[in-house]
């Protein structure tokens, strides 16, 4: 059921103190829907999203110290390639992407009957690919057409993608091990630029890894998590855990596999001022957005995987005169808030509010709280329903950590990291 619209509840209000200007009204409106959504957790507030992580880029890096341009020649392009399946419905010129790896690109030349590839130019060798047979091929993705996989037969030196969007935002270490880096620009096949100047040694050639271990919500409406969890495992990621905590644990970020913890870090507020201008990075913020929470994952994912995630979302303001409420928020519920709040307001010097009573803010005010209390109560069904059973029913990740040796146990936590829990 459609609730009440902003504009309604406006002329409802100015049905008490008709001298009340008609903007006014509205920001009563406005700032008392704004507390009633923010201060109670209803049903309409979460919303779904999935973090995306792309398998692992490695290779080499020639590095600088106090420089935060690297070079890098990553691992994995392809040198020999060929079709399985030539799929239908092609056009020449379509260009298809590989998946295993990143940006790899087939540019389509010909086509037969029913839009089969007839003839093809692999048209970017990418990075971070590996063989696959024709038992087991490649698919792909692109064009205007389907069904057209590639077995990779030989891999070499490869190349970054270089538009300054599909690794930007990805973490990047050197060595295997911290400090963590942050790409912030790719603007060529070659060349990254990290958000610090690098802090080791100079050296032509380190190994590196770029992996996709901070999470940030792609969400623009993304308020708090709620949950984060592994399908795959059938678990939910530890979320209580600070950085500092971590540190103590795994300070060389060594640990490589499936993730069990999701720690709290900082706010993306200065990788955002690093971005181009007016280009986003691989989940789509850009220099524009608003900062929000980052958080790491560990131990890192170096696979292809997807993170479904419960969040509570910032339920939108009244701008529009047709915006109107959400779920059990009535305009009854609003107009008596803003009611009360009208009581309370003097006026100005020059037009003092007749309305102004202490006493009748008392009589609204409860009045809103009893409303407040029975939506709640109709909501609580809608909440259990669609939330605690769907997600509560997922079980945490194993503690202690699976995947992590008594070697590691006894020289990463001396004083006793295994306890009873969070």
């Not at 008490?16 to 507390?35: D, E, G």
């Not at 209803?42 to 070079?71: D, H, K, L, P």
């Not at 063989?131 to 064009?143: A, I, K, L, V």
């Not at 949950?227 to 500092?244: C, E, G, I, M, Y």
Request: glycine share 10%; hydrophobic share 35%.
């Amino acid at each position: 059921m459609a609730g009440d619209s902003y504009i309604d509840m406006a002329r409802r209000l100015r049905l008490w103190s008709p001298t009340l200007p008609f903007p006014l009204a509205q920001q009563f409106i406005k700032n008392r829907y704004r507390q009633t959504v923010n201060d109670q957790t209803w049903s309409f507030s979460y919303a779904e999203g999935q973090m995306t992580v792309f398998a692992s880029i490695f290779g080499n890096a020639a590095v600088i110290r106090t420089s935060n341009t690297v070079v890098l020649t990553p691992n994995g392009g392809i040198t020999g390639i060929s079709i399985v399946s030539a799929g239908v419905n092609f056009q020449a010129g379509d260009v298809i992407y590989l998946v295993g790896g990143c940006n790899a690109q087939v540019t389509v030349n010909t086509v037969g009957g029913g839009g089969q590839i007839a003839t093809w130019t692999l048209s970017n060798v990418g990075c971070g690919y590996s063989t696959s047979s024709t038992q087991s091929p490649s698919q792909s993705y692109g064009g205007n057409g389907t069904g057209a996989t590639f077995s990779i037969t030989s891999v070499g030196n490869g190349v970054l993608p270089g538009d300054n969007t599909t690794i930007v935002g990805r973490q990047i270490l050197f060595g295997g091990l911290a400090p963590i880096y942050t790409i912030v620009q790719n603007p060529d096949t070659q060349t990254v630029v990290i958000d610090q100047n690098v802090g080791i040694q100079t050296q032509s050639q380190i190994s590196f890894e770029v992996s996709c271990i901070y999470f940030t919500s792609e969400r623009t409406d993304f308020e708090r998590l709620e949950t984060f969890k592994d399908t795959v495992n059938s678990w939910q990621l530890w979320r209580d855990v600070a950085a500092d905590e971590l540190n103590a644990w795994d300070a060389q970020r060594s640990s490589a596999g499936t993730p069990t913890i999701l720690a709290n870090l900082t706010y993306n507020t200065e990788y955002l001022a690093l971005l181009t201008p007016g280009i986003p990075d691989y989940i789509g913020l850009s220099s524009t957005s608003t900062p929000n929470v980052r958080q790491e994952i560990w131990p890192r994912q170096q696979a292809d995987y997807v993170y479904p995630y419960l969040y509570k979302r910032a339920v939108p303001d009244l701008q529009n005169n047709t915006d109107t409420t959400l779920g059990a928020v009535t305009g009854d519920i609003i107009v008596e808030g803003a009611l009360a709040d009208l009581c309370m307001w003097p006026g100005t010097p020059e037009v003092p509010n007749p309305k102004r009573n202490p006493v009748e803010y008392n009589i609204h005010q409860k009045r809103y709280n009893d409303l407040v209390d029975r939506a709640k109560y109709r909501d609580h069904a809608i909440i259990e329903r669609d939330v605690k059973n769907a997600y509560m029913n997922t079980s945490y990740a194993p503690w202690p950590f699976d995947g992590l040796s008594a070697r590691f146990y006894q020289n990463h936590a001396p004083t006793g990291l295994v306890y009873g829990g969070f």
